[in-house]
Nanobody
């Protein structure tokens, strides 16, 4: 059974930081590409960041590049998203997802390539 469980969301002031975590079972976690997506009210789900199975390749969306850092711990089966310099436009529900496919750069940006999702964690940034 595929299971991804996010945590770490909350309310933070603009300029602050949060670290999200996504805990998975070993079978869910390795050797998959993992990503973070977010969805704000009334908007489509938006790609945030992704990391390959070994953790040595990452991709970020333009709005978060330089502020967010994705990482993974393959021993603890945990995915992280360190979010710094948060802005009000970062307010959304954040989801972690598992993707599979032939090439990292070809699969991470398309939600249809993700076959498992967590339930989401709310991040609210007050201005």
């Amino acid at each position: 059974q595929v299971q991804l469980v996010e945590s770490g969301g909350g309310l933070v002031q603009a300029g602050g930081s949060l670290r999200l975590s996504c805990q998975a079972s070993q079978r869910t976690f390795n050797p998959y590409v993992l990503g973070w997506w977010r969805q704000a009210p009334g908007k489509e789900r938006q790609f945030v960041a992704a990391i390959n199975a070994r953790g040595d390749r990452t991709e970020y969306s333009d709005p978060v590049r330089g502020r967010f850092t994705i990482s993974r711990d393959n021993v603890k089966n945990t995915l992280y998203l360190q979010m710094n310099s948060l802005k009000s436009e970062d307010t959304a529900i954040y989801y972690c997802g598992r993707a599979s496919g032939a090439r990292f750069e070809d699969i991470v940006f398309t939600p249809e390539n993700y076959d498992a999702w967590g339930q989401g964690t709310q991040v609210t940034v007050s201005s």
